[in-house]
């Protein structure tokens, strides 16, 4: 593994290669490799000369600008200024637009958690603030991550003011409310934790399930990846687990990804989290039906993880002074040596199917931690055949390795 790495980093001295990790994404068969980015960042030149290269990156989500709080802070009156800012990010960059999230039990205003509800009232609360948002951004977003972590971590449902008041059914009404907003943007359940067999990877099946059977419209699931160091599912695992959702008739996407490591640093954990950004990346690859990746932030600077998890960090593939981390290089290295023996495919339909069995491995993670797109035309979507030369020559260099 590290010939392979050294090999791709050797790729950056070459002066006629531009080889990243878009680029390395889509020659792979997937739609796109992405950032999580928001508004605290735009002064950054250093950073958003990164985060503008569709090279590197050809999909951004909002963080947190899309979320019920700063989307409807009072009862009917909404306010899109954040959400629109990063919509417009993505526009003149020509890139993609992941938008989330409409629908968790987290930064929600004080008039949803505090409020006094029936079943009634709070469907059509929700069902108003989903239609709102969704007609607002209709026709940029090419996803949303319609229920967000709706599961605790043994597969029962949180007990969200949702889940409370209207019962589990909320997220059928959800999804209904956003298809009905959207009839052509695909439809996301995202969670943590469910990206390894057991309870709660078993529940968002059920999810997957329930829905299919009442005929409501749900496109994909995420899966979040907020991992640890050592701790990450292996690439076996990973490709067993998403290969159960797919089985069901619909895509996966790894959504928010960072590998957070216990600081300080040492040369144990980097060649780790080095390994751990390598399988997870080519698990997708080698998963017919993952579109693409998404990682939480791209550098340590902007990184939620400090403040959320103290004595953690250096969970990115970039420092803060935006310089490639080895967790960049290992991530590259999961596209390119999969590219050559990839069965992922960007135009493939899925059927419904009974899902295939398979056995957990041991030691995987369990901390709480193709359609066609609508912008084909997007210069971050289509292929750019000078700059994944290297990216092939690497493949083939792998494959004599291998």
Request: hydrophobic letters at 40%; proline letters at 5%.
């Amino acid at each position: 593994m590290k010939l392979q790495i050294l090999l791709v980093k050797s790729c950056f001295l070459l002066p006629f290669s531009t080889a990243q990790l878009h680029d390395a994404a889509k020659s792979a068969g997937l739609q796109y490799y992405g950032t999580e980015t928001e508004s605290v960042s735009f002064a950054d030149q250093a950073y958003q000369a990164v985060l503008k290269n569709t090279s590197e990156f050809g999909q951004i989500t909002p963080g947190n600008s899309m979320k019920w709080d700063s989307i409807e802070p009072q009862p009917g009156k909404f306010s899109f200024t954040g959400g629109d800012a990063i919509a417009a990010l993505a526009k003149v960059n020509n890139q993609l637009l992941r938008c989330h999230t409409l629908v968790w039990h987290q930064q929600l205003p004080l008039w949803v958690t505090n409020g006094t509800w029936t079943a009634e009232s709070l469907t059509s609360a929700l069902q108003n603030h989903i239609t709102n948002e969704v007609n607002h951004y209709k026709g940029q977003c090419f996803a949303w991550d319609v229920v967000n972590e709706a599961l605790n971590d043994n597969g029962t449902f949180r007990n969200s003011v949702f889940f409370r008041v209207i019962g589990q059914d909320y997220i059928k009404i959800a999804f209904e409310a956003a298809a009905a907003a959207d009839p052509d943007v695909k439809l996301y359940y995202n969670d943590f934790g469910t990206e390894f067999p057991g309870a709660k990877s078993n529940a968002a099946q059920a999810i997957v399930k329930s829905l299919k059977a009442a005929g409501v419209k749900i496109d994909g699931v995420g899966f979040q990846a907020h991992f640890i160091v050592g701790g990450t599912p292996s690439k076996a695992t990973q490709i067993a687990n998403m290969g159960a959702f797919t089985a069901l008739g619909v895509e996966v996407a790894i959504t928010e990804l960072d590998i957070r490591m216990t600081l300080p640093s040492t040369d144990a954990l980097v060649t780790q989290q080095t390994k751990d950004y390598q399988s997870t990346s080519a698990a997708c690859v080698a998963t017919k039906g993952c579109v693409g990746i998404t990682v939480w932030d791209f550098d340590d600077k902007y990184s939620w993880i400090p403040s959320t998890f103290p004595g953690t960090g250096d969970g990115t593939m970039f420092d803060g002074s935006v310089t490639r981390k080895e967790a960049y290089f290992g991530a590259l290295s999961g596209l390119v040596e999969s590219s050559g023996n990839s069965t992922n495919s960007t135009g493939e339909t899925f059927v419904e199917s009974t899902p295939t069995s398979y056995t957990p491995s041991t030691g995987t993670n369990t901390t709480v931690a193709p359609p066609t797109l609508r912008v084909p035309t997007s210069p971050a979507s289509s292929l750019n055949l000078p700059r994944l030369i290297p990216v092939l020559f690497l493949s083939l260099v792998f494959a004599t390795l291998l």
